[in-house]
């Protein structure tokens, strides 16, 4: 039996504070989601009785440790439907996730070779592409978006060639909150031989993940999104696709053999973890997996888009309010700017009504240069949004249009 959602606010100790005597509505998820008490318990509880480095290591603490973090690592492999555990690789976020697969990648392209991203991407998604080209010689093309911002389906016969080497793209953009179709566009590249990354930063926490079932080689994301620890993220990796890639770092634990003359490296996933890596931050985000599915992720996606409905209605009736974007299908976030106003000062307004929503250019200058602005805000929700965070947004911006505006 699945919890009911939201869930309760009781289950995150940030969210009982107060602001100016308001309850903390807290329309910031995109960025980081809060955390549980059972993973901040969880990350005391491991620093507390368990910590150990892991691997090699042969007394009871140290194999303790070893247990939580390939138990974790379990956990994330059930919870994205890989075939096998040793298709997950812990990294620090989904950053260095997609820093890893450019990097490698890099070392094979070669003049003629074109790596495709789209215009919805997150810096994160398109500077490693920018260095991987740079360093190969490889070209970096781009697919529209339509003016609704969309991706523009219609641009992929001339960009998606057999000179495409790999397709990265968002599954869901966290500037516009824009749902992409995954499944198509792994299929498509998988048509003209090319290999695909999927950035599911922002998709992970808002409904079921089915690595298999989108047909992806690569896919990341990061914990702290998905109410685990920062620091802590993943790269899913076909096991045949990692095995054909060199060694991203060098150290410890990614070994078979090291001689002066020459190195052999371990299988997988170890040849892609050197050194010692966060082990309590797997540790806390494999508890994290477990509580969110304890609302059963078809329900949570459900109960996000009907709050985000409703989010994007209301602001949608309030005057000199203007949303950015309509997309076909829209998840987890959305940005707006309030006529006359600089978002910053509307953000620093809201927080005095105990709203925090996110401000800027949410690291996706591309997608802020196509709408015409140089920022936006951007409110986002998670499965502890309550109508009641969404009512106090609509309630304090009248307010704040005019201190900023009339």
Request: overall charge negative; glycine content about 10%.
């Amino acid at each position: 039996m699945s919890r009911p959602l939201p869930a309760p606010r009781e289950d995150f100790p940030v969210l009982s504070q107060r602001v100016n005597g308001r309850p903390l509505a807290y329309l910031d998820s995109a960025a980081t989601a809060q955390k549980p008490a059972c993973v901040i318990d969880a990350v005391a509880d491991f620093y507390r009785h368990d910590n150990a480095n892991i691997h090699r290591a042969v007394y009871g603490l140290g194999e303790r440790a070893t247990a939580r973090y390939e138990g974790a690592r379990e956990r994330v492999a059930s919870f994205l439907n890989a075939r096998e555990a040793r298709e997950v690789v812990f990294v620090r976020g989904a950053t260095e996730g997609i820093n890893l697969v450019a990097s490698c990648l890099s070392a094979s392209l070669r003049p003629g070779d074109e790596v495709l991203i789209t215009a919805l991407e997150h810096h994160a998604n398109i500077v490693p592409w920018q260095l991987a080209c740079a360093r190969s010689g490889a070209a970096l093309r781009v697919l529209p978006m339509t003016p609704s911002c969309d991706l523009d389906l219609s641009a992929l016969d001339d960009l998606l060639t057999p000179r495409t080497r790999l397709f990265a793209f968002s599954q869901l953009s966290n500037a516009l909150g824009t749902v992409n179709p995954a499944p198509l566009l792994c299929a498509r590249a998988r048509a003209v031989g090319a290999l695909t990354l999927v950035d599911g930063a922002q998709a992970t926490a808002h409904g079921p993940t089915d690595v298999q079932a989108l047909g992806c080689d690569f896919y990341v994301f990061s914990g702290h999104k998905l109410y685990g620890p920062t620091g802590v993220g993943v790269l899913y990796g076909r096991a045949e696709v990692l095995e054909a890639l060199p060694p991203y770092q060098g150290g410890g634990d990614m070994i078979e053999e090291v001689r002066f003359e020459g190195t052999t490296f371990a299988g997988l996933p170890s040849r892609f973890e050197a050194g010692t890596p966060h082990i309590c931050g797997a540790v806390g985000l494999g508890v994290a997996l477990d509580y969110l599915r304890e609302f059963d992720l078809a329900r949570v996606e459900a109960h996000e888009a009907a709050l985000l409905a409703a989010l994007e209605g209301g602001l949608r009736a309030l005057p000199g309010v203007q949303v950015m974007g309509a997309p076909a299908a829209r998840a987890s976030a959305v940005s707006f700017v309030l006529e006359g106003a600089h978002p910053h000062d509307v953000g620093v307004l809201l927080d005095q009504h105990g709203v925090a929503v996110r401000v800027g250019h949410h690291c996706a200058q591309p997608v802020m240069r196509h709408l015409g602005v140089s920022a936006t805000v951007r409110a986002s929700v998670g499965l502890y949004t309550s109508r009641e965070d969404v009512a106090q947004l609509l309630e304090a911006l009248p307010r704040v249009r005019r201190m900023l505006v009339d």
